[in-house]
C-alpha cells in the first residue's frame, strides 16, 4: 500500500476528529475534573481539588436517593408501557401490505421530527384539570371532580413513553422482520394454533428486539430532563432536573457535574449491556 | 382483526397531543379548555406579534441551517473514511464519533456549559452552533455511511485510471452517487437542531433563546392559546417540512439508517 493510501483516512478523518476532542472529549473530560472539586457555595471559590464530597452527597442523602428512585422507577414504567405498545403495532407494521406499512411507519416515526417540547404541550392539553381526559370523564359524569394526572408521575410515564414509542416499535419490528415465515408456517404446519406459535416460536425469536428496544428506551428516559420538567415539574424531580437544577439554578457546578457523572455510568451501564447482548450476537447462538 | 383495532387505537393515541393542539389553538376562550369553543384564527394573529418569538425563530433557522451546513461537511469526509478505508484504529474512530449519542444529552449540555465558562467562550451563537455540531454530526456520518456502503469504489477508480485527479475523482464520480446520503445528512441534522431543547437550555443567553427553549421557557404559566397557535405553526411547518423532503429521502429511511436516537 502506497503511504498516500495509508495517510488518505487520517487526511480526511483527522481534522474531524480534532474538533470532536477540543470541543467534546476535552469538555466531558473536564466535567470528571470537576466532579471531584468541592466549591464554598455562598462564595463560589473552589475549597477543596480532590474529594469524592460530591458523590458521597448524592450517595448518602435520602432525597437524592429517592429522586434516583423515582427516575429508576419512571423509567422501568416507559420500558414495559412502550414493550407492551410497541410490540402489537410492530406486528401489524410486519404483516401489514408495503403501501399501508409505509404509511403508519410515517405516523408513528413522524412525531419524532416535532419538538419534545410541543410534544409535552400536548399532553398538558390532554391530562390538565380542564384537558381532554378530564372533559370526557366529567362530561360521562364519572367523575365530580376533576382527577389530577399534570404533574404527576403518571404524566411524566405517558408523556415518555409517546417521545420513545418508535424506538421501541423500530427494534421490534427490525428483529421481527429477521424471523424466516416458513418457521412459524412449519409450527402451524405441525399443528400449533396462530396463539400457540406465536408464544412458541415468534415471540421467543423476537426477544433480540424486545431486548434492544428495551434498553435503548430505559436508557433513554433515565437521562431525559425536558419531559419530566414539563409534566411532572418540580413536584417529579429525576436525575437529570437535579443536575439543571444544581447547575443553573444552585450554580454548585462541581455538585451537577458529580450528578452528570453519575447520569453517565447508569447510562453507560445500560448500552454497554445493549452491546454486549444485541450486537455482538449474545442471542445468535440460542435459538439456531 | 384486534390486532388492527389494536394498532389504530395506538396511531390515533400517538397523534392525540399534536391533534389536540392544533384543535385547542382555534378555541374562541382566553384559556385553554377541552374541548375548544368556536373557532377563531384571533390566536394566530396574536402569535404573529409577538417579537421575541419570531427572533427567537429566525434564531433557530439561522443555527439549525448552519448546523446543518457544518454537520454535513464534517460528517462526509469521515464517512468517507470509515468506509472506504481499513485502517488501525478504524473502529475506535467510529465508537469516537457515535459517542455522542450515547452519552445523555444533558449531560453534554452541562459539559459544554461548563466547558465554554471555564475557556471564557461565553454563550454565542457560535456555541450553540458548536452544540448542535457535535450532537448532530453522528447522524449525518450514520447516513453518509450507508449511502457509501452500497457504492462501488471501482467507479471513482475508473475515473482515477481515466486521469482525474483524487479530488476531481470524488467530485464527479462518487459525489453526485451520495446525494441522497448528503442530503438526508443535513435534513437530519437540521430537523434535530431545530427541535433541540436540551443543549440549547444550557447555552442559551437572555438576548440568545431558541424558539424550543422560548416555549419551553413558559412552563410555569397557565397555557395560553396563542403560545398553541405557535407549537399549531411549527407542527405545521414540520409536515411542510416532510412532504418537501419526503421526495428526497423517506423519514423511515432517515431514521433507519440514523438508527436508535
Known amino acids: 500500500m502506497r503511504v498516500s493510501e495509508r495517510l488518505a483516512p487520517w487526511l480526511l478523518a483527522g481534522p474531524v476528529v480534532l474538533f470532536f476532542v477540543v470541543f467534546f472529549a476535552v469538555p466531558v473530560a473536564l466535567l470528571f475534573a470537576s466532579s471531584v472539586e468541592r466549591v464554598d457555595t455562598a462564595t463560589f471559590q473552589v475549597i477543596e481539588r480532590f474529594t469524592l464530597h460530591n458523590y458521597r452527597r448524592f450517595l448518602f442523602d435520602r432525597f437524592y436517593l429517592g429522586v434516583l428512585g423515582t427516575t429508576l422507577r419512571i423509567s422501568v414504567l416507559v420500558t414495559l408501557a412502550a414493550l407492551v405498545t410497541g410490540y402489537p403495532m410492530a406486528s401489524y407494521l410486519q404483516r401489514a401490505k408495503p403501501r399501508e406499512r409505509a404509511a403508519l411507519m410515517l405516523l408513528v416515526v413522524s412525531p419524532l421530527l416535532v419538538s419534545l417540547v410541543i410534544r409535552s404541550y400536548g399532553w398538558i392539553i390532554v391530562l390538565g384539570p380542564l384537558g381532554l381526559i378530564n372533559g370526557v370523564l366529567s362530561g360521562l359524569h364519572l367523575v365530580s371532580a376533576p382527577l389530577k394526572l399534570m404533574y404527576t408521575e403518571t404524566a411524566v410515564v405517558i408523556g415518555l413513553t409517546h417521545v420513545f414509542y418508535p424506538f421501541m416499535v423500530l427494534a421490534i419490528y427490525s428483529s421481527l422482520q429477521t424471523i424466516d415465515p416458513a418457521v412459524v408456517q412449519a409450527a402451524q404446519n405441525l399443528g400449533a394454533s396462530p396463539r400457540m406459535a406465536f408464544w412458541r416460536v415468534t415471540l421467543p425469536l423476537s426477544v433480540p428486539g424486545i431486548v434492544a428496544g428495551s434498553l435503548i428506551v430505559f436508557a433513554l428516559s433515565v437521562s431525559s430532563f425536558v419531559t419530566p420538567a414539563l409534566l411532572g415539574g418540580p413536584w417529579v424531580k429525576v436525575v437529570a432536573y437535579l443536575a439543571w437544577e444544581q447547575n443553573l439554578v444552585v450554580l454548585d457546578w462541581p455538585f451537577a457535574a458529580a450528578i452528570s457523572v453519575i447520569l453517565l455510568v447508569l447510562t453507560a451501564f445500560v448500552m454497554y449491556a445493549y452491546n454486549r447482548f444485541v450486537e455482538r450476537g449474545w442471542f445468535a447462538g440460542v435459538f439456531q | ?261
Open chain 2, 1 to 261: 382483526m384486534t390486532l388492527r383495532v389494536v394498532t389504530y387505537t395506538l396511531i390515533v393515541l400517538l397523534l392525540v397531543p399534536l391533534a389536540a393542539t392544533v384543535a385547542t389553538s382555534f378555541t374562541t376562550l382566553s384559556y385553554v379548555t377541552f374541548p375548544p369553543q368556536g373557532f377563531t384564527l384571533r390566536w394566530y394573529g396574536e402569535a404573529l406579534h409577538k417579537q421575541e418569538f419570531l427572533d427567537s425563530f429566525v434564531l433557530s433557522l439561522g443555527i439549525a441551517l448552519v448546523t446543518a451546513v457544518l454537520a454535513t461537511g464534517l460528517g462526509a469526509p469521515v464517512a468517507v473514511a470509515l468506509v472506504r478505508y481499513r485502517f488501525p484504529g478504524r473502529d475506535l474512530v467510529n465508537a469516537f464519533f457515535m459517542s455522542p449519542l450515547i452519552l445523555p444529552t444533558v449531560v453534554i449540555g452541562i459539559a459544554l456549559l461548563q466547558f465554554y465558562n471555564q475557556v471564557r467562550i461565553g454563550s454565542t451563537s457560535a456555541s450553540l452552533v458548536l452544540g448542535h455540531v457535535i450532537v448532530t454530526t453522528p447522524y449525518a456520518i450514520r447516513l453518509i455511511a450507508s449511502s457509501l456502503t452500497g457504492l462501488d469504489p471501482a467507479i471513482e477508480r475508473a475515473a482515477r485510471n481515466l486521469g482525474a485527479p483524487p479530488l476531481r475523482a470524488f467530485r464527479l464520480a462518487t459525489l453526485p452517487l451520495i446525494r441522497p446520503g448528503l442530503m438526508a445528512g443535513a435534513v437530519f441534522a437540521f430537523i434535530t437542531s431545530f427541535d433541540n431543547v436540551t443543549i440549547s437550555i444550557f447555552l442559551a443567553t437572555p438576548r440568545m433563546v431558541t424558539l424550543p427553549v422560548r416555549i419551553y421557557n413558559l412552563w410555569d404559566q397557565p397555557l395560553s392559546p396563542w403560545l398553541l397557535a405557535i407549537c399549531s405553526l411549527v407542527i405545521l411547518w414540520t409536515v411542510v417540512l416532510i412532504a418537501v423532503v419526503e421526495r428526497a429521502v423517506s423519514v423511515r429511511g432517515l431514521f433507519g439508517a440514523a438508527g436508535a436516537r
